[in-house]
């Protein structure tokens, strides 16, 4: 029997949890949702963007999917909100593991209303600062914001920054690779392999967003480095980081499918950049940087074999912080940056954590 089954029990249980986004990352959850080490927990509900499925006695995570597709209703919260309220759990848990910017605008009602709120949906705290600072308020009510998995796909960089301030230190500049899809590209790109068939090989494996842009453009980049800055407590707005896009102009205003129809369009001005850096004896890596002065970029940067990020591999994120005590040499945090399982541990570790 797996670990949630044996919590279908008719008594409150201390954790309920619903699952919104039944992705890449979302299916990894429910796997972990199967193992022992969520038996505490009980999933009275799941969504993916079309229809919900809600159970409050508890879904078996493994029949998630099947009840999804027979599912008729159109998608809403509120059953799933009810959900979480009719098992009478100590604890109720919203988990967002959507790239979706509505759901996200959410998250803050649901921590008002005491839902503890657990997310990989980097949208609204990396978003407008107004998002950010609704967060920040809704937080100061006792309920809980989860978002390990934001940042480095669950390395523990929000939570040594959180604890490096109480304890009076301050953030002075930040430094490395933020994006585990686009570590990935650039640690494997020698010209040898057009840069989209990589880019394939990198959403077959599921490190990229749903939409790759949101990886190319330095979107997603750019919401990390504004999450690590305002917990640092730099107040940055998001018209306020400066954002190198690798997306073709013609390629930036089309549907998803239309844009990965054209992805070989990405291949000729990246062989170009990367032939400028081989011929100076350099490689491309794409940085994200906070000055001193709150000053920030994200862009494509060509380094030596001198610079920490010409040695990563694989999903490598590397985070390097220098703050007023880690000053001589920062405090680095490095480890793969993305995929399904890590995501996910970091969101079951979240919710564990409360
Ligand atoms: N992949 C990774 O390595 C990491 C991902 N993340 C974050 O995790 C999140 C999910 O990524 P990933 O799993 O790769 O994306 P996927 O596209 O694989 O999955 C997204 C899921 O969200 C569902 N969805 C979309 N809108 C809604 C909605 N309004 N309500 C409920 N469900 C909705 C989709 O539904 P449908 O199935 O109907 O399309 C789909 O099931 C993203 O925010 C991403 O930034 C964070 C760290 C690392
Ligand atoms: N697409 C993201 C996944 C984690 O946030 C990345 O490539 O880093």
Redesign the pocket.
Known sequence: MNAVAASLAPEAPRTAVVLLGTGVVGRALLTLLGTPAAGSLRLVGAANSRRQHVFADGLRPADVPDALAKARDGRDNAPLLAALDATGAGRKVVIDATACTKEATRHAEWLERGYHVVT?N?ALAGGHLQGWRALQAASAGGAVYGDAA?VG?GLPVLSTLRRLRRCGDSLLTLEGV?????SWLFNQYDGSRPFSALLGDARRLG???PDPR??LSGE?VAR?LLIIARHAGFALGSDEVEVESLVPEPLRDLDTKAFLERLGELDEPLARRHAEAKAKGKVLRYLARLNQRGRARVGLVEVGPDHPASRLSG?D?QFALTTTRYHSTPLVIQGP??GPEI?AQALLGDVLAL
Do not use: I, M, R, V
Not at 178 to 182: A, H, W
């Open positions: 990989a980097k934001t796909a933020f994006s585990g899809s686009l490190f990229t967003e949101s990886d997603d990390k999903t994120n940056g993305a995501t």
